[in-house]
């Protein structure tokens, strides 16, 4: 799951080249980042139509933009940067879900049980899987895309820090709200 | 909090060693622990990968059908323009070379006519003063204005059928010394 981003002399050749508008050259690092910024896309959406069309609109922003793009930076995280604003814009666009923040989310997290003891591993898998999707939809954006690019697109907390352009902190905060909120929602259906 | 960092192995490592000890005493963490972990797997089990068919070609067909900005048209212009130029500059110079190693080349062959042809016309003006027919050795400075308006052929005729000694015609300014001896019978 791990594709860690590179900046080698291809890259940079590649960038170099697109820049000049060569549109083949483009593809090429397209190719290499689609499934990542895909990912991306999709921990904060959580819907494959939306994250592809989100992943598509990154590629020719980023491709708009190149000339921006300051090479001592990562591409790949600049790529992923882009593709989370523009995920997260258009959520909050679409009004789904109120979104938490600061000392909101906070609060969120005190109100939940504090759940210990035993654990859920022998709740019946299809009926996890559903409610852990469902549960996945109750999350914020922010909370959703902090759990799945941490355990699906296996970032580290820096990568998260970067590509969501938040505090180690507040990315350690999310993520121990988001494993909170679905422990103790899988733990009512193992209990239920 | 600590946890799930040191589930992520994002802890410092005095702070692995210290939950790693918490850990090893308390049920309830360890339960905790387990279900991150558990959480982790069903998360990655139920998110599908989607299908990236087609998906490269279709942002490279979004991104060539985008207007090109100004500053690219004119830089891509340039670019052509400077190819242009480079090309013509190429033949230019290729040219060139051609002509430099074909003056190297023909030069030689240059100076021998060039040389010859000058040398007959001496030969052919040394004689025609009447003061030669009697003194062969001519004094080419004074003789170099009055011969060269006269009719070489007929100067050669001339001296042959009056006089058939040698003649010498000595020219400073060439540092040339022309020795001239007439068809013997």
Known sequence: MRTPGRQDGDEAELIERSRKGDSAAFGV???RYQRRVVGVALAVVHNQDDAIELAQET????YENLSKFESRSSFSTWLYRIAANLAIDFWRREGRHVVLRGEDAEIEISKLPTTTGDS???VSRSELSARLKQALEELTPEHRAVI??????GMSYDEISDVLQCPRGTVMSRLHYARTHLRTILKDVAGS | MMLGAFEDSELEPNEMQEVAFHLARCESCTGILADYSTLGRDLRSITAEPSLAGFSSAVIARVDRLPMPVFTRIARALR?????????LAWGGAAVAVAVVTIILMTPYAEHFANRAPQSTVLAKAEPNPAAATNPVVDAAANEPTMADNDSHADISRLESENRSVAVWSEPRRDTTVIWLPDQP
């Open chain 1, 120 to 122: 859920f591993k022998e």
């Open chain 1, 59 to 62: 590629f020719v922003r980023a």
């Open chain 2, 80 to 88: 052509r323009q400077l190819d242009s130029v480079g090309a013509g």
């Open chain 1, 29 to 31: 690092l397209v190719e």
């Open chain 1, 148 to 153: 799945l690019l941490r355990e699906v697109e």
